[in-house]
């Protein structure tokens, strides 16, 4: 069964610090879709990225970058020179394309708190 | 374009009571999620339809929950009756699903609150 595990609940860094939010995946399927969202203190769920399993290049977004490895399935989310606005919780999710099983697997969410 | 819109975006019932969420997909999107978040659970799928058709309902927690979809614009989601532990922010996603992409766009969620 699939399944995304994000092992940091709570990280705390004060503004202008770069930090990284791991996610690490399971999954039968050899094609899949994974995801960061950004939920923000008003609560909505923002899309941030999607990224196809058989696509391991590493994506830049301004400040953001998010790193994939399938050796060791991880798709790990780095803020650099981070912000107070980037205070939120951040999701890793999957979902599957071979099973069909369109929904997403969501990770427990990492709560990140940028101090200024 | 307008996003997923969802109604009402906060719900104050008593136990017992009927309850309905709406959601309004986006245009043109052959898929709708609905999902539930609660402190406990996180963010469960409760249940999902491609072109208007219930496709996995394993997440509904049981035959107090109803979900419909009547048309590719409008789902609805019933809790009858609603119980306090029903209590969590639900939110409705829709994607377009093609070869390259399949990305789900969430609502601004219904925050349900069952006294």
């Known amino acids: 069964a699939q399944k995304v595990t994000q092992a940091q609940t709570e990280i705390s860094v004060v503004e202008k610090e770069d930090v990284t939010l791991d996610c690490v995946y399971e999954?039968?399927?050899?094609?899949?879709?994974l995801f960061w969202y950004k939920q923000p203190p008003s609560g909505e769920l923002v899309f941030l990225i999607r990224?196809?399993?058989?696509?391991?290049q590493n994506e830049i977004s301004g400040r953001y970058s998010w790193n994939f490895q399938k050796s060791t399935s991880s798709f790990n989310f780095t803020i650099t020179a981070s912000q107070v606005v980037d205070s939120a919780v951040y999701f890793c999710?999957?979902?599957?394309?071979?099973?069909?099983?369109?929904?997403?697997?969501f990770g427990s969410g990492t709560r990140l708190q940028v101090q200024p | 374009d307008a996003g997923v819109i969802q109604s009402p975006r906060h719900e104050v019932t008593e136990m017992g009571q009927e309850v309905t969420l709406r959601c309004k997909p986006i245009?043109?999107?052959?898929?709708l999620f609905w999902y539930r978040q609660t402190m406990m659970r996180g963010l469960e799928l409760l249940i999902y339809?491609?072109?208007?058709?219930?496709?996995?309902d394993s997440g509904m927690p049981e035959d107090r929950f109803s979900a419909k979809m009547p048309n590719a614009s409008f789902s609805t989601l019933k809790i009858q009756p609603s119980e306090p532990r029903d209590s969590a922010v639900y939110f409705c996603?829709?994607?377009?699903?093609?070869?390259?992409?399949?990305?789900?766009?969430f609502g601004p969620g219904t925050r349900l609150t069952v006294l």
């Open positions: 996603a829709s994607s377009l699903v093609l070869i390259s992409t399949d990305t789900q766009y």
């Open positions: 999954t039968r399927d050899t094609t899949y879709y």
């Open positions: 990224r196809n399993s058989f696509d391991e």
């Open positions: 999710a999957l979902s599957e394309v071979e099973t069909g099983r369109r929904a997403l697997t």
């Open positions: 245009s043109g999107h052959d898929y």
């Open positions: 339809f491609n072109n208007n058709v219930p496709i996995d």
